[in-house]
Nanobody, 129 residues
Framework: QLQLVESGGRLVQHGGSLSLSCRLSAAQLEYYAIAWVRQGPGNEREGLACISPGRRITHADSAAGRLTITMHDPDTSYLYLNDLNPDDTGTYFC????????????????????????WGQGTHITVSS
């Protein structure tokens, strides 16, 4: 089954930038969609961005323009965040959905956290004022 491990969270100043990484391990890694999800102070989870097996990317409206998601062969996803503000404080998870097959390989990924069955442990970002 897919295993995910996030890293890179830390304290950062308002206006700063940060890169998060997610190391992935699975027998059919190339057939999973990967999402980055933020859990805020109220424990709500919001999908920020995802990338499909076909490398189609979807961004949340709240994050578009301030973050970039990538998938680097063979086993690492990165989330690049810039112009951070205190509202970005929270725990960031990477999550996986799949393995996909057939025509589902052509589909875009979804931002709904409930669509993802595999989750990392999370990494925390605190953005100071």
């Amino acid at each position: 089954q897919l295993q995910l491990v996030e890293s890179g969270g830390r304290l950062v100043q308002h206006g700063g930038s940060l890169s998060l990484s997610c190391r992935l391990s699975a027998a059919q890694l190339e057939y999973y969609a990967i999402a980055w999800v933020r859990q805020g102070p109220g424990n709500e989870r919001e999908g920020l961005a995802c990338i499909s097996p076909g490398r189609r990317i979807t961004h949340a409206d709240s994050a578009a323009g301030r973050l970039t998601i990538t998938m680097h062969d063979p086993d690492t996803s990165y989330l690049y965040l810039n112009d951070l503000n205190p509202d970005d404080t929270g725990t960031y998870f990477c999550a996986g959905e799949g393995p996909r097959g057939g025509f589902r390989l052509l589909e875009t990924c979804a931002l709904s956290p409930s669509d993802y069955a595999y989750w990392g442990q999370g990494t925390h970002i605190t953005v100071s004022s």
